[in-house]
C-alpha cells in the first residue's frame, strides 16, 4: 500500500517520506505537504455516493403533511410541519454537497484540483485534507 501510494504522489521524488497519512492521502516530507490526488478522487466518489443514498432513503420525509383535522391531531401536524421542514434543509444541503463534490472531481479530471479559483496559487495541502473540496485558497477566502 506504502508503495502504490508513493507512486500515485505528485512532487516529491528524491525526498526522504517522514509521514503518510493514508485517511487524508497526505504525504509530509519534511516541510513539503503533498497530496495524493487518485485517493482524494476516491474519497470524493464515495462520499458522494454516500449522500446521494441518504437523499434517496430521505425522499419520505419531505412529503406533503396531512391536513386532515379528523385523522391528525394538531400538535401532531406541527410536529410533522417541523419534521419536513427540517427534512427539506436537510436536503438543501445535502444537494449542496453533492454540487461541491462535483465540482472538486471536476478538477480532479481537468488537472486543476489544488489550485485557487480566484489567484491561480496552490491551495495548502492541509487546507485539502481539511476540506477536500476547498476551491479557494485560504488568503481568497479571507476576502484579502
Same mark, same amino acid.
Given at each position: ?5 508513493? /507512486? /500515485? =504522489? $505528485? ?6 517520506? *517522514?509521514? $503518510?497519512?493514508?485517511?487524508?492521502? =497526505? ?8 497530496? *495524493? ?5 476516491? /474519497? =470524493? ?9 441518504? %437523499?434517496?432513503? %430521505? #425522499? ?18 406541527? *410536529? ?15 444537494? /449542496? #454537497? ?26 495548502a495541502a492541509k487546507r485539502l485534507a481539511l476540506d477536500?473540496?476547498? %476551491? ?5 477566502? %479571507?476576502?484579502?
Open positions: 500500500m506504502r508503495c502504490q501510494l508513493l /507512486n /500515485n =504522489l $505528485i512532487g516529491i521524488q528524491g525526498y526522504a517520506i *517522514d509521514e $503518510i497519512r493514508l485517511e487524508t492521502a =497526505l504525504c509530509v516530507c519534511g516541510s513539503v505537504v503533498v497530496m *495524493d490526488t487518485k485517493k482524494v478522487k476516491a /474519497n =470524493l466518489e464515495a462520499r458522494r455516493k454516500a449522500l446521494v443514498e441518504l %437523499a434517496e432513503d %430521505a #425522499e419520505s420525509a419531505q412529503k406533503p403533511v396531512e391536513l386532515d383535522q379528523t385523522r391528525v391531531g394538531r400538535l401532531s401536524r406541527m *410536529d410533522a410541519l417541523q419534521g419536513q421542514a427540517m427534512a427539506q434543509e436537510t436536503a438543501r444541503r445535502r444537494d /449542496n #454537497e453533492v454540487a461541491r463534490i462535483d465540482a472538486a472531481l471536476k478538477r480532479v479530471d481537468d488537472d486543476e484540483y489544488g489550485y485557487c479559483l480566484a489567484c491561480g496559487e496552490k491551495i477536500p473540496m476547498a %476551491a479557494v485558497c485560504v488568503t481568497c477566502a %479571507a476576502g484579502k
